[in-house]
Structures are given as structure tokens and as C-alpha cells.
């Protein structure tokens, strides 16, 4: 199957500080990739949907300036926490698609943040 | 090496139960996932098991032994919506997720 790179696997970082998370598609062109959240022992929550070349879609209640989303490549989309909280420590994961319609989307290993 | 192993395919008739079955070998174990995709959409949440046991949700149950490696998800009065594919996950002790390859369940009329 299509493999997806999430880096980094986990991250401390200081509360107010930013952190970059990235999901590379090694051996097929993304064109929609999508990420999501996940709490302790909770379901994975969408968080936005982004396609190549144009802006993310949000779900709702997920802040737009906070999480900022870049698909710029076929191959690389980032998730930038800003000024990250405690609240924000969670399990961030993403998926990529290649093509659209029946294409399966294959997911990255997950990348766990904690805010101290 | 890190391995999740579930069948391929599974066919299965409206109305009947499935039993997915789910076996891994992972270096340490942090809960154990079940996911659904249909075709063109993004994979959604069915279920989490950390604990031995069986945890029921409606018409979807999942059961899990950590001793023996080993999930099934039960489906139960099937619909020709529940055709899908559906994912076993592991969470490591890296906290990383194992992803199987996904069974494709068809249900038929």
C-alpha cells in the first residue's frame, strides 16, 4: 500500500511556543489530505481537509488562525499549532488521498504533542 | 518487526452478523482501533479497546485479547450501507499508530 510520513512521532514544546507537524506522501501525489485530533480513549476528530494548491476546509469549532494548514505540494501538507496551550497536548494524525472518487486515503503514524 | 494481519475481503448478506477478525505483533501496546472507510471518504472512528473484553456500540461490538494478539469487530444486522472497508489499528509504545491493510466487507442483497 501507499505509505505516508508524519514527522515528527512526538513533540514537547512550551506553552506559547508554535510547532510544525508534517505528512509527506512517499510514493504517490496527495492531492487531498486531512487532519485529524485525537484525545485520550476519545474518537478521532476531523479537523480540516485540504487539497493541493488551495485553502483548508475547517470542521467546525476547529480555530482557522490556530491551526494553520499548507498543502503547497502534492507530496507535503503541514500543521502549524500557534501558540500552543496545555489543552492543545493531544495525538494529531494525518491522511492522505491520491486522486479523487473511489480512492482510499492512507494514514501517517500519528504525531503526540505535549504542551508543559 | 511490527505486523497487523486481517483478511483481504469478507462477503457477507444484509440482515446477517460478521466477525472481522484482527491479529498483531507490536513492540508494546497502547489501545487497539477500529475504524470504517467507505470509498472516496476519509476513515471514521468505530471503536478503542485498551482493556480485555468486549465493548458494545449499537449494532458494531469490538473484543479485544492482549494476551493472544487478537480483535474482531462484530457487525451485527447488517446494512448495505456498513459496505466498507474497515481498519485495525495499534497505538505502540511510542504511541504510534500500526495500521492493517484494511478488510473490505461486501454485503449482499
Known amino acids: 500500500g501507499a505509505v505516508v510520513s508524519q514527522h515528527p512521532s512526538w513533540v514537547i514544546c512550551k506553552s506559547g511556543t508554535s510547532v510544525k507537524i508534517e505528512c509527506r506522501s512517499l510514493?504517490?501525489?496527495?492531492?487531498?489530505m486531512f487532519w485529524y485530533r485525537q484525545f485520550p480513549k476519545q474518537s478521532l476528530m476531523l479537523m480540516a481537509t485540504s487539497n493541493e494548491g488551495s485553502k483548508a476546509t475547517y470542521e467546525q469549532g476547529v480555530e482557522k488562525d490556530k491551526f494553520l494548514i499548507n498543502h503547497a505540494s502534492l507530496t507535503l501538507s503541514t500543521l502549524t499549532v500557534t501558540s500552543a496551550h496545555p489543552e492543545d497536548s493531544s495525538f494529531y494524525i494525518c491522511s492522505a488521498r491520491d486522486g479523487g472518487g473511489d480512492t482510499e486515503a492512507f494514514f501517517g503514524q500519528g504525531t503526540r504533542l505535549t504542551v508543559v | 518487526g511490527q505486523n497487523i494481519d486481517q483478511p483481504t475481503e469478507m462477503t457477507a448478506t444484509e440482515g446477517a452478523i460478521v466477525q472481522i477478525n484482527c491479529t498483531y505483533q507490536t513492540s508494546g501496546f497502547n489501545g487497539l482501533f477500529w475504524y470504517q472507510q467507505h470509498a472516496g471518504e476519509a476513515p471514521t472512528f468505530l471503536s478503542y479497546n485498551v482493556l480485555d473484553g468486549l465493548e458494545e456500540k449499537g449494532r458494531f461490538s469490538s473484543f479485544l485479547s492482549r494476551s493472544k494478539g487478537y480483535s474482531y469487530l462484530l457487525l451485527k444486522e447488517l446494512q448495505m450501507k456498513d459496505s466498507a472497508s474497515y481498519l485495525c489499528?495499534?497505538?505502540?509504545?511510542?504511541?504510534?499508530?500500526?495500521w492493517g491493510a484494511g478488510t473490505k466487507l461486501i454485503i449482499k442483497p
Open positions: 510514493d504517490f501525489q496527495a492531492t487531498t
Open positions: 489499528a495499534v497505538m505502540d509504545s511510542n504511541y504510534q499508530l500500526i
